[in-house]
């Protein structure tokens, strides 16, 4: 995918867009104690923000899988961010694979309030990367 630059400008902010809505929707859920919702939509919020990284360093992904291998390799294994900070995206891919897949599977209320936090650090750390 070769997008000019104002198209792909526009690309990353509606991403960053995206995912800002989406996370809200998880602190939304959370808080009426909906966590298989909350993993998802913490997920997909970062999913987007880390696609919008992909989209900078002009890599068009369409995968899941290769979207975190994307990340892992190029942003944490580089200490571009934090390995501690930065797996927080592998372990929301994970919540949200099992909410989607496992029978009568139950998430913990605190693992989920934690997952968000370290979800919004990483948001934050990804935006200002993006910014730059």
Request: net charge positive; hydrophobic share 40%.
């Amino acid at each position: 995918m070769t997008l000019e630059r104002n198209d792909k400008i526009n690309l990353i902010k509606y991403r960053i867009e995206k995912a800002d809505d989406i996370f809200e929707e998880a602190e939304i859920l959370f808080e009426k104690d909906k966590l298989l919702g909350t993993a998802n939509r913490i997920y997909y919020s970062l999913f987007n923000l880390i696609n919008a990284l992909a989209l900078k360093d002009a890599v068009n992904i369409k995968k899941h899988t290769t979207l975190k291998a994307f990340f892992n390799k190029n942003y944490l294994k580089n200490d571009i961010i934090d390995k501690n900070i930065g797996k927080v995206f592998n372990e929301a891919m994970m919540y949200r694979s099992d909410g989607d897949y496992k029978i009568n599977l139950s998430f913990n209320k605190d693992d989920i309030q934690k997952l968000l936090k370290k979800a919004y650090l990483l948001s934050n750390i990804v935006k200002d990367i993006l910014h730059k």
